[in-house]
């Protein structure tokens, strides 16, 4: 029970830094979406935790997961390169 509510904490983590860097950089830096970011993450986590068998492996895949949560509809459309054109800028929700 422990290892849920940590994992999903952890998760929760990762996706309030992609919306926070979603809001706030999201329509001004010109460079590679966070879903990017959070696959990188995720992948890092599998090998890790296959290696290794460590907890850590573990979080960085729910990290991972909830950074790509936070932009599940770019990566949807595989939007991988450019700003968010936002016509009204949301904190929560999945963009």
């Known amino acids: 029970m422990k290892n849920i509510i ?3 904490i952890v ?3 990762g996706y309030l830094i992609g919306r926070a860097g979603h809001f706030f950089l999201g329509n001004k ?5 966070h ?3 959070g696959l990188i993450i995720l992948v890092a986590g599998i090998i890790f935790y296959i290696s290794f068998h460590k907890s850590w492996g573990l979080y960085l895949i729910f990290f991972g997961f909830g950074v790509i949560l936070s932009d599940l509809n770019d ?5 991988s390169f450019g700003r968010d ?3 009204i800028k949301r904190f929560w929700g999945i963009d």
Request: aromatic content about 18%; proline content about 0%; hydrophobic content about 50%.
């Open 6 to 8: 940590g994992n999903l």
């Open 11 to 13: 998760s929760v983590f």
């Open 29 to 33: 830096i010109n460079f590679l979406h």
């Open 35 to 37: 879903w990017i970011y």
């Open 75 to 79: 990566m949807r459309h595989l939007k």
């Open 85 to 87: 054109h936002l016509k």
